[in-house]
């Protein structure tokens, strides 16, 4: 869960495209695909000093077979290790002579190559990404290297990250609940001729999305394009395995993170929608009500009025297949269960209170003003607009969003509050210190959680 990264998908776009007078009109946005099914996509930005390019292939960890975890990320990893034309080194000095960030990530859903450069650099960027993707040749030797760093990074471990255990908490032995960069055991059997197979069977131009955004025209990518893609074809398409379905854990529980933090770091976790959900628009205007400014629900109970929090702030969290959706606290020790218990009842609120008109229509404007300026670099736009055709399909214009968003009334933020916000299946995690929490919330570090009463803050009983 890189930053919240993936609530731009959704949101990024929408709010900037065609909104209120007082955001500035998102830029031209268009389309194509060549006929060995690479689509292409372009952010016209005038005047732009770089043009950013993200390709993205639609296939990522999720692929990875049980036994095999880690797939995707080991793959991803060495395709710069060397192609038929190029050696790393030489991958590495023109990169470096380049400039500019070139990065590599492997996702649940996907894995991207994003690169920002002068746009009189961008033909000899594109031959090497081209290169890079379609030619790598995984020298034996460093799969081998990049297979054992890999294993010794788990095996120094001392503890997953919160991202990790809450994903593991509600999605495995599924592969939302796996490890991206896979498991000791799975990485220990992996060989070089499983990297070639996963390489051959994702990594075609049908499953593959090239998008750029800066100083440069549709007609310029499809240019450069069918010169260094156009004669891509990948080997005679095999029978991918289909997703398994998601399992998600129901039980409410408080998961413990012992840090010696000054105040504890507390995050209210549910499940959320997936990525192209109906219920999408208005899960992202619940998360703005809830805490999305300093004018929202618990921005003013628990900060403004109550003082108890530093910080409040929520956000939603899409993928594919799922999705997750939470309300993030720095709270003191001595009103956490208070807190608590107010960030419920603001929830109840919400679901059994409709949301005035004034109330809606601000939230509706404070994301598009934050996510307008969200969008601004060219690599936020070309990384959103490879994104969206990724998890669309290219069924939906992103611009289809906006009138959905626009659209959205109040008993439809109510209706996602009670099926998605259920106080009864919530997962607290509480990163912080075990003794001081243990002194004001024992019930927390015993793994339970209070009993939430509407009418009273802080009431510690167990379920």
């Avoid at 054992?148 to 609940?177: S, V």
């Amino acid at each position: 869960m890189r930053q919240h990264r993936l609530l731009l998908l959704t949101l990024g776009l929408l709010v900037s495209l065609g909104w209120p007078s007082s955001v500035r009109a998102f830029h031209t946005w268009r389309r194509a695909q060549l006929p060995n099914g690479l689509t292409l996509l372009v952010v016209e930005k005038p005047g732009a000093p770089v043009v950013s390019v993200t390709l993205l292939v639609k296939r990522g960890a999720t692929s990875d077979s049980p036994d095999k975890s880690g797939l995707a990320a080991l793959t991803g990893h060495l395709l710069t290790e060397g192609t038929r034309q190029r050696s790393s080194e030489q991958i590495d000095q023109r990169v470096t002579a380049l400039g500019g960030e070139f990065v590599e990530d492997v996702n649940f859903d996907y894995m991207t190559f994003d690169w920002a450069v002068l746009k009189e650099d961008l033909a000899v960027a594109l031959e090497l990404l081209a290169d890079v993707v379609r030619n790598p040749i995984f020298p034996s030797a460093e799969v081998e290297r990049e297979r054992t760093a890999a294993i010794a990074k788990h095996q120094a471990k001392t503890e997953e990250t919160p991202e990790a255990l809450l994903m593991r908490h509600f999605f495995a032995p599924g592969p939302y609940g796996r490890s991206l960069s896979g498991e000791t055991v799975a990485l220990q059997r992996m060989t070089r001729e499983d990297v070639v197979r996963f390489h051959q069977q994702t990594y075609r131009p049908e499953e593959t999305v090239l998008a750029a955004a800066g100083d440069l025209t549709l007609e310029e990518l499809e240019a450069l394009a069918t010169k260094y893609f156009a004669d891509w074809s990948a080997p005679e398409k095999t029978e991918v395995s289909a997703l398994p379905a998601v399992s998600v854990r129901k039980e409410p529980a408080a998961l413990v993170i012992n840090r010696p933090l000054v105040q504890a770091s507390v995050r209210f976790v549910f499940v959320g929608a997936p990525a192209v959900s109906p219920d999408t628009p208005a899960l992202m205007l619940l998360s703005q009500l809830l805490a999305g400014s300093a004018e929202s629900r618990l921005g003013q109970n628990l900060r403004e009025q109550k003082r108890w929090v530093y910080s409040a702030r929520s956000a939603a969290e899409p993928f594919w297949q799922t999705g997750l959706f939470y309300i993030d606290l720095s709270v003191p020790y001595e009103v956490i269960l208070p807190a608590l218990q107010e960030t419920v009842r603001e929830i109840t609120r919400l679901q059994t209170e409709p949301v005035s008109a004034a109330e809606l229509a601000q939230a509706k404007q404070e994301c598009a003003t934050r996510f307008a300026f969200a969008t601004e670099n060219v690599r936020d736009l070309s990384r959103f607009v490879a994104e969206h055709e990724a998890y669309t399909h290219g069924q939906e214009r992103p611009d289809h969003v906006v009138d959905a968003l626009r659209s959205v009334a109040a008993d439809e933020v109510q209706r996602v509050a009670r099926t998605y916000l259920d106080p009864q299946r919530v997962v607290v995690m509480i990163e912080g210190d075990a003794q001081a929490l243990g002194k004001y919330a024992a019930i927390l570090v015993q793994g339970k959680l209070p009993r939430w009463d509407p009418a009273r803050s802080g009431k510690e009983e167990e379920r």
